[in-house]
């Protein structure tokens, strides 16, 4: 839980919480399925796979699957990458929770 919040913090620091979406991102975001996008908000709200495949009733190879999917969509190169632009492109606002 620690790590969360300081993480949150630390985004909320450098990106704001009132920023426009950045119409790249938007773009982007509009190449992911439904689930894809479900994970990648997940993935930014800080929980780990496990956590993901509970509260999707997936398995943990099956989220593995999404995140690798939704790294190479969009040209990510690791979870960190995932978040930021999950908060440039409006996915995820500093501050809510899920």
């Known amino acids: 839980m620690y790590k969360r919040q300081v993480t949150r913090r630390l985004i909320e620091r450098h990106i704001g919480t009132s920023g426009d979406p950045l119409p ?23 929980l780990s796979n496990g956590e993901i495949a509970g509260r999707l009733f997936l398995t943990e190879g099956t989220v593995k699957g999404h995140v690798s999917r939704v790294l190479a969509k969009l040209g990510l190169r690791d979870r960190v ?18």
């Open 81 to 98: 990458q995932a978040v930021v632009f999950s908060y440039e492109c409006g996915l995820v606002r500093a501050g809510s929770q899920s």
């Open 24 to 46: 790249r991102t938007l773009a982007e975001l509009q190449a992911l399925t439904e689930r894809e996008r479900e994970v990648l908000e997940l993935i930014a709200r800080g």
